[in-house]
């Protein structure tokens, strides 16, 4: 009979402890590249939002160039165009385009809840849009929308495409006031290039509910990288580069002219990389007529006007009840401020929450958080490392940490810098430096279980500041297991 020498136990119960997640394991790296152009971050668990989208049974139809729109679409026997297969689909089926160059297509029938349609590009192929389809209205490359029934659609995914030289928007979903389009996912596609003559966007949603737009790269295109507006609620934007864009990176308008409740309501934006945006204005991050959305783990730099803003201009209400946690943002001289909470014009924007941010700023006047005056109802702002610059009247002046702090402010939030706190800003890459400031200095936010990579927080005895968790390399030494034979 096989026995284990006593000295082994110990051995046991460290794999056992091993095995259950108590002992330091060293991770992975997050990449020692910067963020850039096409390196979305992973996904991660842990994050609300619309149903995941359920396994398709239908069958799957083929596009391809060459082929035809009276063959049957079999992989065999492709189907011409993109828009006759929208038009030929039914609730569970998947349409594989595969490599070439396209016009784009005008969605206008719906899916069901457990039977999503699928518009994908092959796995691993160019698969490029590059103008409008000849049903479109709008002068966009792809159009989710329909003027028949009750004005909807729903329970799409639009997945893998570079999209591009559109007239108007890249990829354009829309409802209507009354009736809203809703579950619709807009994934790891390429939308560049879009609408310069028209100030239009790339990816833009009007009127849709439980919209998912993740992983996408939305470049140099006209107006913003990605639009939510129309008072559509419980958008996801997620994991998304967006850089280069005339305006915002990400615009929220809740846009009460156009009808509808004009409030944007309980979204998340989340591990997003936005930078070089704004040479015509607009935040990274824009809130207009926003209420109770989490934006957290979000990566924001170098983008020419604002960092996150937070106000009304088109929305019924001033943006409220948001929390802002757990994102880098690092603003370049001559921008504008970080964090801008801003005056209302119907209402106050109260009780906005900022925690465990890293908010720095270049510029010599404009800093860190900018209120339009002390007391704002419901403002909370604390564990965040910052300049040495806020207002509390609407940018009228400038004060200090210690003033701002006499106000009831950021009582354990610090003043710090881009070299003490990055490996290298120069380079884009703002994980945190081993034994920086940002390590374990943060407050316990549940609400944020993992960092902009998808690894869980916390690491170590306390939750970091910014969008990056820092890992250390374990110090364990790990022994086999060895099963010796009792003499």
Known sequence: MRKLRSWYWPLLLLLALYACGAVPQEKASPGSTSPSAGQAPAPGAGTAGPATVPAQAGPTYYVAMGGDDGNDGSAAHPWATVQHAVDSVAPGDTIVVRAGEYVGCRI?????????????AEAGAAVRITAPGPNNRHDSDIEVETWEGDGTVAYWVIQGFDVSGAPGWGIDVRGGETAHTHHITVRSNRVHDNGWDTSSTGIFLAFVDDALIEFNE???????????????????????????????GVHMNGDAEMEGDGVISDGVVERNVIYANGVEGGAAINMDGVADTVVRNNLLYGNHAGGIAVFQE????????????????????GSRWAVNIAEGYTTACVDNVLANNIILSADDWNGSIVIPQAGLAGFQSDYNIVVDRFSADGDNSTITLAAWQALGYDTHSFTSTAAVLFRDAAGADYRLLPGCPAVDAG?????????????????????????????????????????????
């Open 108 to 120: 206008e029938r719906s899916g069901t809840a457990d039977a999503w349609i699928t518009l994908q």
């Open 218 to 248: 939305s470049y140099h295109n006209g107006e913003h990288g990605i639009y939510c507006s129309n008072s559509g609620d419980r958008p996801v934007v997620r994991g998304n580069v967006l850089y280069d864009n005339a305006g915002c």
């Open 443 to 487: 407050t316990a936010l549940p609400a944020v279980p993992d960092d902009l990579t998808g690894a869980p927080r916390p690491w170590g005895p306390a939750y970091d500041i910014g969008a990056y968790e820092h890992r250390e390399a374990s110090s364990w030494v790990y022994l086999p297991l060895v099963y010796k034979q009792a003499s």
């Open 314 to 333: 088109n929305g019924a209400i001033c943006s409220s009840g948001n929390q802002i946690l757990h994102n880098t943002i690092v603003m370049p001289a």
